[in-house]
């Protein structure tokens, strides 16, 4: 929560990526530490990590809502909702064997190990812009006029579904 708060507060972040990335990195920090450290010191860096990764899920969620395509905005929003909560119950039971197994300090390895890529991902600068192909049909032709993609592409009037009921006799 201090982490949405924290990232609330920032009227701007010019270098949204650069912010999650480094936010990842400090989380894949206190992630080890959380691992070793007594009881009395893990309440404090459990307060440090929510507020990390707190704003690192903000940003990347807003960054991730502004570059979507709007008329796909609500697919993306609810594949992302699925991978952050609806899968979470399902890894629990992970969790308890992974700590079993192997104990707490492998489970916040390998949690870290998923920031440290996760830190890498977002600091992976993008394509330069003549790079990057544009979406299909979008392409004019050299005489101005859309594709033929683009032309079939174009909304049709409605139809209904099944043809029309005949009058009842």
């Keep these: 929560m201090s982490g949405s708060v924290l990232a609330a507060r920032a009227d701007r972040v010019t270098h949204a990526e650069m912010v999650i990335a480094a936010s990842l990195l400090l989380a894949a920090a206190l992630l080890l530490a959380q691992g070793v450290t007594a009881r009395a010191g893990a309440i404090g860096v459990a307060a440090l990590l929510g507020a990390t990764t707190g ?3 903000v940003l990347s969620n ?3 809502q502004s570059e979507a395509d709007p008329r796909l905005l609500g697919r993306v929003t609810a594949v992302t909702t699925l991978g952050t909560l609806g899968l979470s119950p399902l890894l629990f039971p992970l ?4 700590a079993a197994r192997w104990g707490t300090e492998a489970f916040f390895v390998g949690c870290a190990a998923v920031c440290l890529v996760a830190a ?4 992976w600068p993008p394509p330069p812009p003549g790079r990057v192909p544009p979406p299909p049909g979008r392409v004019p032709t050299p005489s101005g006029r859309p594709t033929a993609a683009a032309a079939d592409a174009r909304p049709t009037p409605l139809r209904p579904r ?5 009058p009842r006799r």
């Design 95 to 98: 969790v308890g064997v992974v």
């Design 62 to 64: 807003a960054r991730l």
């Design 162 to 166: 099944t043809p029309p009921r005949s």
């Design 120 to 123: 890498l991902v977002a600091a």
């Design 55 to 57: 704003a690192a899920t």
